[in-house]
């Protein structure tokens, strides 16, 4: 129903940026009510990064917060994510997420997650 396809990752020394991008298909992109950044670090849970809901409310983790920017195209179905200042902890696999609530069911819709690796 709603396919996410995201591009970006890569390699980069500590202190450099990165520019993630995540574009969303399918039959129902219409109703998605927040689009949004994860990451998996290896023996680590999956941690919410920054989300963008369909009424432009924000909301970064704290730790990425100054240095991290989400943002959407004007259509809603393509979300950026700029990282600045990246640290070698930050190394992690990240994945786009896209969520609707129809009839009080929630959906949860994954892209296949990119890889982004910072050295230090």
């Known amino acids: 129903q709603v396919q996410l396809v995201e591009s970006g990752g890569g390699l980069v020394q500590a202190g450099g940026s990165l520019r993630l991008s995540c574009a969303a298909s399918?039959?129902?992109?219409?109703?998605?009510?927040?689009m949004g950044w994860y990451r998996q670090a290896p023996g680590k849970e999956r941690e919410l990064v920054a989300a963008?809901?369909?009424?432009?409310?924000?909301n970064y983790a704290d730790s990425v917060k100054g240095r991290f920017t989400i943002s959407r195209d004007n259509t809603g179905n393509t979300v950026y994510l700029q990282m600045n200042s990246l640290k070698p902890e930050e190394t992690s696999v990240y994945y786009c997420?896209?969520?609707?609530?129809?009839?009080?069911?929630?959906?949860?819709?994954w892209g296949q997650g990119t890889q982004v690796t910072v050295s230090s």
């Open positions: 399918g039959s129902v992109i219409f109703s998605i009510n927040a």
């Open positions: 963008i809901t369909s009424a432009g409310i924000i």
């Open positions: 997420n896209a969520l609707r609530i129809h009839y009080y069911t929630r959906s949860d819709y």
